[in-house]
C-alpha cells in the first residue's frame, strides 16, 4: 500500500517560515492535498492539487510537489497557525484514499 | 453554506452494529462523492469509505471491508453508514466529507463536526 511519511513535528518562530514536507514514492506524479486540524476541530482543507488554495485561505499558504517529496509552505507564520497538518492523495492501485501520519505545527 | 451534520455514534459492545447518518445542506447533495474519515483519539486521519454521486461506486478502506457499507439518499441529502461486528479498534470520531473533484483525484473541500463511536469489550 501506498505510505505518506511526515516528520511528527515542525517548530517555527512567528514571523518565520515553516515548511511540512510529505514523502512517498513518486509523489510527484500524484496531486496531494493539505488539511489543517486545530485541537477539537474538524480538519479544514488549505491547499489542493498540489498548490491551489480554496477560497479565504490565506495566500500565505502554499505548496509544492516533485519527485519523492511534497511540500506545505507557511509564510510569515502567526500563533493562529498551530495545528496538526496532513497530507493527503489517491492511491489509484488500491482506490483508496491515504493520508499522512500528521505534523504537528508549533509556534514558538 | 455547506453543512454537514452527523449523528448516530454512541458506546457499544464489541460485535454489535451502529448506523452513522449525515444530514448535508448548502449544496446540491446528489452531485457530488461523499466520504467518511475517522481519527481515533490521539490519533490520524484515516479515510473509512466513500461513494459516489448515484451510488454506483463504492469503496473502503481494507480496515472495514466486508464489514460497513456506506449508502447515501439523494431525496433526503443524506449519507450513511452501517457498522458491524464492530471492534475496539473501530473506536474513533466519525467525520462526514464532502468530495470535490481534483486534477487527479478527489479530495475533501468540507467537513462535519464528527460523530463518536467507542466500542468497548
Known amino acids: 500500500s501506498y505510505v505518506l511519511t511526515q516528520p511528527p513535528s515542525v517548530s517555527v518562530a512567528p514571523g518565520q517560515t515553516a515548511r511540512i514536507t510529505c514523502g512517498g514514492t513518486?509523489?510527484?506524479?500524484?496531486?496531494v492535498h493539505w488539511y489543517q486540524q486545530k485541537p477539537g476541530q474538524a480538519p479544514v482543507l488549505v491547499v489542493y492539487d498540489d498548490r491551489d488554495r480554496p477560497s479565504g485561505i490565506p495566500d500565505r499558504f502554499s505548496g509544492s510537489n516533485s519527485g519523492n517529496t511534497a511540500t506545505l509552505t507557511i509564510s510569515r507564520v502567526e500563533a493562529g497557525d498551530e495545528a496538526d497538518y496532513y497530507c493527503q492523495v489517491w492511491d489509484n492501485t488500491r482506490a483508496a484514499w491515504v493520508f499522512g501520519g500528521g505534523t504537528k505545527l508549533t509556534v514558538l | 453554506e455547506v453543512q454537514l451534520v452527523e449523528s448516530g455514534g454512541g458506546l457499544v459492545q464489541s460485535g454489535r452494529s451502529l448506523r452513522l447518518s449525515c444530514a448535508a445542506s448548502g449544496f446540491i447533495f446528489n452531485e457530488y462523492a461523499m466520504f467518511w474519515v475517522r481519527q481515533a483519539p490521539g490519533k490520524g486521519l484515516e479515510w473509512v469509505s466513500s461513494?459516489?454521486?448515484?451510488?454506483?461506486?463504492?469503496d473502503y478502506a481494507d480496515s472495514v471491508k466486508g464489514r460497513f457499507t456506506i449508502s447515501r439518499d439523494n431525496a433526503k441529502n443524506s449519507l450513511y453508514l452501517q457498522m458491524n461486528t464492530l471492534r475496539t479498534e473501530d473506536t474513533a470520531l466519525y467525520y462526514c466529507?464532502?468530495?470535490?473533484?481534483?486534477?487527479?483525484?478527489?479530495?475533501?473541500?468540507?467537513w462535519g463536526q464528527g460523530t463518536l463511536v467507542t466500542v468497548s469489550s
Open positions: 513518486n509523489i510527484g506524479s500524484k496531486s
Open positions: 466529507a464532502k468530495g470535490a473533484r481534483g486534477v487527479i483525484s478527489y479530495y475533501f473541500d468540507s
Open positions: 461513494i459516489n454521486w448515484n451510488s454506483g461506486n463504492r
